[in-house]
């Protein structure tokens, strides 16, 4: 019934732009809502009241209870007795994130006929998207879900109203710093790991995210317990695996302070490979000892994630509005449970070792697996923008010049200016 009296348009999706190094931003929503003429019928006497809200909703998928604390909790299992298995419960938490009301238009406001009623019925609007909000996301644990809702109330009290599903999505912006860097120091072991990861666009149908990996490993070589003999760190293999690690929160306010806990947690494999280091068996010639110095082995290698993982933008808990920078809003309910999600690459480095006589250039013994190291290092997942989306420049177009650059300017040149100047005059 609300679709014969209400005419909601709105784009399907929203993206906000994420600038390496800066806050995320985006542009304002627009659409238009219209009014059937015989729904303002009713009503003639005064103009309507329309506001648009931004709603949120969250729904878990959750087996068994959802928060449970079983930090003293005994387990007793009889023989023989199977367990029953708990059942999948659904919760919904809907929250407003923002609500404008919608000026109306003159001829709205003073209708003289209803002609003018039948074309002045349409709401122009262009409302603000906060830029730190959680993005449409699916996981194992529930979702994250938008729409846009718009309501009309008379004077009368008759209200209607109308929603349309919207999409949010993040996207980084190109730039010349998508370079992240971690170094890892492991304990008992000279071995140091330079892990830089650049990520890029892939090729049209063939991935959803592509990342280079170059993976130094420093401090590989030493000195032998005998006269001559050089020992090297040699590296096998290199397994490596992109997990993503979704979390239900649940998140308790009061007019002081806010807490929270985490409910349940949910891990899957976005994407895993092997990397194989071939290592010869004589050493290369070199002039002199001096490039042994710096005992260094540099490995690329590059990281998938297919379009089927389907991976899902980092979501934390500061975008629903607990804190931080950014739009922050006070979330109106007592309790609810929200969804992170976050991205780890896991690196697990097999090594081996060679020792060398560093005067004859020969390889005098080889252990093919002497010990193994892992690492975990945090990774941000948002989808690079496209040729399409290039209006995420606009804000970017003109840097601010350094303030060496800056106090080298000539200051501008006010005698030119003001003569020039035409005097005018007010009626």
């Known amino acids: 019934m609300n679709e014969l009296r209400l005419h909601l348009d709105t784009p399907s999706s929203h993206i906000i732009f994420v600038h390496p ?24 006497t005064c103009s309507p009241k329309a506001s648009v809200s931004l709603v949120r909703t969250v729904k878990t998928d959750i087996q068994g209870s959802a928060c449970t604390n ?11 007795r199977h367990r029953a298995t708990s059942p999948t419960t659904s919760q919904e938490s809907v929250e407003t994130v923002l609500e404008c009301q919608l000026w109306p238009s003159p001829a709205v406001l003073a209708p003289t006929s209803t002609a003018a009623i039948t074309t002045s019925t349409k709401w122009p609007f262009c409302i603000p998207i906060p830029s730190n909000i959680p993005a449409t996301t699916r996981t194992d644990l ?5 729409t846009i809702t718009a309501t009309v109330t008379l004077a009368s009290g008759k209200s209607a109203f109308i929603t349309r599903a919207l ?25 140091l790991v330079d892990v830089n990861m650049t990520q ?4 049209a149908g063939t991935a959803s995210l592509m990342f280079s990996v170059a993976l130094i490993a420093r401090n590989i070589l030493r000195p032998g317990i005998l006269e001559g003999e050089m020992k090297f760190i040699t590296i096998k293999t290199i397994n490596w695996w992109i997990e993503e690690e979704a979390r239900l929160t649940e998140i308790i306010s009061s007019d002081l302070q806010s807490c929270s806990s985490t409910c349940k947690k949910s891990t899957r494999s976005l994407s895993d490979g ?29 990281i998938m994630i297919p379009r089927s993982a389907e991976p899902a933008d980092d979501i934390y808990l500061d975008s629903y509005g607990t804190g931080g920078s950014g739009w922050n809003y006070q979330s109106q309910l007592a309790s609810r449970q929200v969804i992170t999600v976050d991205h780890h690459l896991k690196i697990e480095i097999s090594t081996g070792e060679d020792t060398w006589n560093s005067r004859t250039n020969t390889l005098l013994d080889r252990k093919i697996l002497v010990k193994s190291y892992g690492t975990i290092l945090p990774m941000r997942i948002h989808q690079l923008a496209d040729s399409n989306e290039t209006l995420h420049g606009a804000c ?17 040149s006010y005698e030119t200016s003001l003569q020039s100047t035409k005097p005018f005059f007010m009626a």
């Open 167 to 191: 999409d949010i999505f993040y996207r980084l912006v190109p730039t010349l710093d998508l370079t992240t860097r971690h170094v890892r120091q492991f304990p008992g072991s000279p071995l």
């Open 142 to 146: 529930g979702s994250v879900s938008y």
């Open 274 to 302: 092997v990397v194989k280091v071939e290592w010869p068996t004589r050493s290369r010639q070199r002039s002199d000892e001096q490039s042994l110095k710096p005992g260094r082995l540099e490995i690329n290698f590059n």
């Open 21 to 44: 190094g800066r806050e995320s931003y985006t542009f304002p929503l627009s659409g238009s809502l219209r009014i059937s003429p015989s729904f303002l019928n009713r009503d003639s």
């Open 70 to 80: 079983t930090k003293s909790r005994r387990r007793y299992s009889l023989p023989f």
């Open 396 to 412: 970017y177009q003109e840097e601010l010049p350094a303030f060496e650059v800056a106090q080298a300017l000539p200051p501008p």
């Open 200 to 203: 890029h666009q892939p090729k």
